[in-house]
Each structure stands twice: as C-alpha cells, then as structure tokens.
C-alpha cells in the first residue's frame, strides 16, 4: 500500500471504530499489540494504596506455610497517556486513613491498613481526582475496589464476566461468599460503565492494554502497559500474589478456578517472553518496596 493511499484510510478507520465501538477496541480472539508497533504511554506512576498483614499465609500456597503471618502491599497505578490519565485499581478505602484498628475484607484473616490517600497522591502531582479519564478494575475484591466511589466522572473499565460474577449465586467457599456481597457494596453502579469481552486495546495503540486473565475470580484482568525508556511492563493484577507463587504455579485457596489461574500464570508468562516484559506484582511487598513511588515515575 502506498503511504498516500495508507494516509487517506487511516482516518476512516479511526472514524468507523469510534462509531461503531467508542474508542475502545476489543474483539473476540486475541488483540494483543504486535511488540514492534505497539504505541507508547508517557508516564507509570506507582500509589501506594495500603498495606496489610495476614495471619495465615496457607492461603495464598495452599498445603505450605500453615499459620505463618505475611505481610503483603496494595499499589495502584496511575498512567499518563497523550492528554488523559488512567488508573489500574482503587486500593484500600480512605477511611482506613490513620485507623489504628485497619479494615478488612476477610476479618478472621486479614487487615488492612492506609498511611495515604489516594486524593493526596494524585494531588502531590497537580491532579484531582476528576482528571482521571479511565480507572480500570483488576477484580472485584475490596482492596482493589475501596475508592471507586471518589470517580464519578470517570468511565470504569472491567470485565462483564467479573460484573455478572459479583452478582451470581453463593457457592460452597464462604471466604468467596462473603468477597463478592463486599464487591456488590463497594462497587455499587458506577455512573459511567464500560463492560469488556476480554481483551481490550484502550487507546487503539497498543500502548495499553488490558488482558484476560481470569482464575483468581472470573473476570480477572492484567494490564500490558508500553514505555519508551523501560519497554513493556505488565501489572499482575493477583493472576499471582507472590513472585515465588509464579515460580512454583501455586494457586491460592480463594481463586474460584484453579486451571484457568494456572492458564492466565502461563499466558502471562508467554507474554514475558513475547514483550521481554517486566512483570509488578501488586501484592508482592518485597518487591513493590523496590519499584518506585510517585512523584517518582517509570517513562
Ligand atoms: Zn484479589
């Protein structure tokens, strides 16, 4: 194709997909960007978004480390792309602010604590929080879902399958049971939904993507994020928990489908290798204690 001919069809194309779809591209089967053409976002900014401590990390690797305390950490994520700005999860509500006593989402089992909001983060660096065009939910459970109700301006982006999950008859797993009667709560309807079929190309670039990856719950989304200076970065999202989770396939108790989470660890894994990607993973605290934090940033 001739670059003159190329030049005048590009439009057209960009005309046709925000009619017929919004600016969101998703289409069933793969849309992952091709690594050599993929677009690029600006700015990768990690918030703090809590911390917590469990008292049994047999929960997390399942048959190991029977009534062992772990202490994991909850990172939102914050990207900056041309003139707009999206969020990746919500963390630990604000009113946990200070709270010696913590909140929690399985009481018997965790509690959460919150040294900064949300509000002041985003403040730190001239934003409000009506700036943020997109926040894009991970999952459903309520440390990643804690502050949607800060964002009434901003279109929530999350999988259908993980709507229609919260919403769904009680199974055997009471910890499951009791998850998704906080998510209904926390979520509420947010005013401006956007409800995906896997994955989703967000800004038609390739410079964001989120990627099915269902197994901890069943919408359960990454996000493939493309950089200029530090390449591909993927935000787990919990496909895994645990760096050594992701070396040994271990698969948590509260997951509500054992194989696709070992699918989604493996599918990851093959995008590592395809993107020579880096992998955050939110709760991993021995980890996120290395990435940066905002101000600071990833470009
Ligand atoms: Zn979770």
Redesign the pocket.
Request: hydrophobic residues 20%; glycine residues 10%; proline residues 0%.
């Given at each position: 194709m001739s670059k003159h001919t190329k030049a005048a069809i590009f439009p057209l194309l960009v005309a046709a997909s925000i009619l017929l779809d919004g600016p969101l591209t998703a289409t069933a089967g793969s849309t992952l960007p091709d690594p050599a053409r993929a677009g690029f976002a600006e700015k990768l900014y990690r918030l703090d978004c809590g911390h917590s401590l469990a008292n049994d990390e047999s929960v997390w690797t399942p048959g190991e480390n029977v009534g062992r305390n772990i202490a994991f950490s909850s990172t939102c994520w914050l990207i900056h792309r041309g003139s707009e700005w999206l969020l990746w999860d919500t963390g630990v509500p604000q009113s946990t602010l200070n709270d010696p006593k913590g909140w929690s989402t399985l009481p018997k089992l965790i509690v959460y604590h919150l040294d900064r909001t949300i509000t002041d983060q985003l403040a730190a660096i001239g934003l409000k929080t009506d700036d943020i065009t997109y926040v894009a939910i991970?999952?459903t459970?309520g440390?990643?879902i804690g502050n949607v109700f800060l964002f009434p301006n901003s279109t929530f982006l999350m999988q259908r399958a993980e709507y229609a999950w919260i919403s769904s008859p009680d199974g055997p797993n009471d910890n499951v049971n009791q998850?998704k009667a906080l998510a209904r709560k926390l979520l509420g309807t947010p005013n401006h939904l956007k409800l995906l079929e896997g994955d989703t190309d967000v800004f038609g670039d390739g410079s964001v993507t989120l990627v099915s990856t269902p197994g901890?719950?069943p919408g359960h989304q990454s996000l493939l994020v493309h950089l200029k200076n530090s390449g591909f970065i993927i935000l787990s999202?919990?496909v895994v928990h645990l760096k050594e989770n992701f070396e040994k396939n271990t698969v948590p108790s509260?997951n509500t489908d054992k194989a696709a989470s070992i699918a989604s660890m493996d599918r990851i894994r093959r995008m590592i290798a395809t993107y020579k990607a880096t992998l955050f993973i939110n709760h991993d605290k021995a980890q996120t204690d290395t990435l940066k934090l905002l101000p600071a940033f990833y470009d």
């Open positions: 991970s999952h459970h440390d990643h998850l901890h719950t999202g919990d509260l």
